[in-house]
């Protein structure tokens, strides 16, 4: 089993910044890549960011350029900072851990950006 808890939503205006957190418990050596996913009202939940346990990283298109998911092993968390802002960024924000062929989901963070 993984835990993950994420942190670090919250309202902000257009064109700022936010950075989320994914904190990881249990069984962290079997974590084979970690991902942020968000879901807005009345839409599916949709990929925005990877890494694995390597290093490499993969973007949605929509947030290239914006968005950069890094990790902290020592602390076992896994970072989302969130630049450049936009109002269709609003959604709920979870994160994901893939280890041992299961995938294991944190209780979402609200992020709310305003025009």
């Known amino acids: 089993q993984v835990q993950l808890v994420e942190s670090g939503g919250g309202l902000v205006q257009a064109g700022g910044s936010l950075r989320l957190s994914c904190a990881a418990s249990?069984?962290?050596?079997?974590?084979?890549?970690m991902a942020w996913y968000r879901q807005a009202p009345g839409k599916q939940r949709e990929l925005v960011t990877t890494?694995?346990?390597?290093?490499?990283?993969k973007y949605a298109d929509s947030v290239k350029g914006r968005f950069t998911i890094s990790r902290d092993n020592a602390k076992n968390t896994v970072y989302l900072q969130m630049n450049s802002l936009k109002p269709e960024d609003t959604a709920v924000y979870y994160c994901?851990?893939?280890?041992?062929?299961?995938?294991?989901w944190g209780q979402g963070t609200q992020v709310t950006v305003s025009s």
């Open positions: 249990g069984i962290i050596g079997s974590i084979t890549s």
């Open positions: 890494i694995t346990t390597g290093g490499s990283t």
């Open positions: 994901k851990a893939a280890a041992r062929g299961s995938g294991y």
